[in-house]
């Protein structure tokens, strides 16, 4: 039941080695695809890094630069271990993927385009919850790194995240039980 689904999907970081087919990632891509969408726009874009590959071991040193250079903390060990870590979870995700989102032709459809784009993302992560895969939707440091043209996005597109995509290990089980604030505290009935 889609109720059931969207109550117990939970963001996952923590992945077994299990790959993750390219069958499956279309399978999701093609879920993401029937969010809704304000004017038939259509406006994401999903961008793969195959696992082991020259363009995920590239993104993975960028952000490895990026964290090094931008953590706050002035430690230098810190900055070292923090940027290996970012590095070593992008090069370890079994599945990694970035996902933008189209400028509209005004200020208006280009928010819709992006409100539509993580309605996409949305539905991504329930069809992967569905097929028991985990997603990890981050818009820290992959998307601060500013991988962009590196990995072939238009310059115009706006970054909406990047997903840490695989099969969930039993670290994830242990993960604390996550809230929501009641319906009546976040309803105005009028
Ligand atoms: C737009 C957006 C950006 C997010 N960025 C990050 C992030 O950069 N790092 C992170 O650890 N989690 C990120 N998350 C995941 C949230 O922290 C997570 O959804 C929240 O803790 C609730 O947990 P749940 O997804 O298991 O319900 C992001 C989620 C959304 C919707």
Redesign the pocket.
């Known amino acids: 039941m889609v109720l059931d689904a969207i109550r117990a999907?939970?963001?996952v970081?923590d992945f077994t080695e299990a790959p993750v087919r390219d069958s499956t990632l279309e399978l999701l891509i093609e879920a993401a695809t029937w969010a809704p969408n304000h004017r038939s726009t259509e406006p994401w874009r999903f961008i793969v890094l195959g696992k082991d590959g020259t363009m995920r071991n590239k993104v993975a040193q960028i952000v490895h630069d990026w964290t090094y250079e931008n953590v706050k903390n002035p430690n230098p060990e810190r900055r070292t271990s923090s940027a290996k870590s970012a590095q070593k979870e992008i090069l370890d995700a079994p599945a990694f993927m970035y996902v933008y989102s189209m400028q509209g032709r005004n200020d208006e459809v280009t928010e819709e385009n992006y409100a539509a784009t993580?309605c996409a993302i949305q539905n991504l992560m329930l069809a992967a919850h569905s097929l028991g895969v985990g997603v990890?939707?981050?818009?820290?440091k992959p998307c601060l790194a500013d991988v962009g043209t590196a990995i072939g996005a238009e310059p115009d597109w706006d970054i909406v995240?990047a997903l840490y995509i695989g099969y969930p290990d039993d670290q994830q089980a242990k993960q604390p039980e996550?809230k929501r604030a009641s319906v009546k505290d976040v309803t105005i009935w009028s």
């Not at 990890?136 to 820290?140: A, D, L």
Request: charged share 25%.
């Open positions: 999907r939970r963001t970081r993580s990890g939707w981050s818009t820290g995240g996550v």
